[in-house]
T-cell receptor
Framework: GQNIDQPTEMTATEGAIVQINCTYQTSGFNGLFWYQQHAGEAPTFLSYNVLDGLEEKGRFSSFLSRSKGYSYLLLKELQMKDSASYLCAPKEVMDTGRRALTFGSGTRLQVQP | DADVTQTPRNRITKTGKRIMLECSQTKGHDRMYWYRQDPGLGLQLIYYSFDVKDINKGEISDGYSVSRQAQAKFSLSLESAIPNQTALYFC???????????FGPGTRLTVL
């Protein structure tokens, strides 16, 4: 996704809070997803925002501003197991006219003791 | 048992060989997808299928072909493998909303 921008790497401390930002430019925007991917493993779904605002799910929250083309993922009470890549994926209209996800390059988060 | 399975999990092949990667799902989903992931990069969509007779090219379909043999099966072929197709390949499924996608464990392909 060349029209998706998120930081390449972030480092945070166990127990802290971290915010991972994502900006995007898409055609026919239809929602934004966040996925978590541990090294060498399959991505797993974290959150989905289709309307502006904050969606909270346990330690993880995701925010969306459609007018600004901006989203963030907020991770609270960080644990060592949260060390992973976090992929921002807006849902947009493809060249075929169908909607599908376009994934960003991901932010590799390292949680330190 | 896993809902989305991929075979093989690892494959090493030579330039010019034809390779088929297979994906099966037991989730009853209509939609299936093939992605590739290069080291340190995100997922790039190769092909996607919204049902057995509906197949669409993704961002990087050149050099690849697919077959949707049944609702539960979606295979990816490399007609003549080349080294820059060395990557991790993921299959995924979703229901008709196209929202949450469920990924298989991945196939690590190396083309020498």
């Amino acid at each position: 996704g060349q029209n998706i921008d998120q930081p390449t790497e972030m480092t945070a401390t166990e127990g802290a809070i971290v915010q991972i930002n994502c900006t995007y430019q898409t055609s026919g925007f239809n929602g934004l997803f966040w996925y978590q991917q541990h090294a060498g493993e399959a991505p797993t779904f974290l959150s989905y925002n289709v309307l502006d605002g904050l969606e909270e799910k346990g330690r993880f929250s995701s925010f969306l501003s459609r007018s600004k083309g901006y989203s963030y993922l907020l991770l609270k009470e960080l644990q060592m197991k949260d060390s992973a890549s976090y992929l921002c994926a807006p849902k947009e209209v493809m060249d075929t006219g169908r909607r599908a996800l376009t994934f960003g390059s991901g932010t590799r988060l390292q949680v330190q003791p | 048992d896993a809902d989305v399975t991929q075979t093989p999990r690892n494959r090493i092949t030579k330039t010019g060989k034809r390779i088929m990667l297979e994906c099966s799902q037991t989730k009853g989903h209509d939609r299936m997808y093939w992605y590739r992931q290069d080291p340190g990069l995100g997922l790039q969509l190769i092909y996607y299928s919204f049902d057995v007779k509906d197949i669409n090219k993704g961002e990087i379909s050149d050099g690849y072909s697919v077959s949707r043999q049944a609702q539960a099966k979606f295979s990816l072929s490399l007609e003549s493998a080349i080294p820059n197709q060395t990557a991790l390949y993921f299959c995924a499924t979703s229901d008709i909303t196209g929202n949450e996608q469920f990924f298989g464990p991945g196939t690590r392909l190396t083309v020498l």
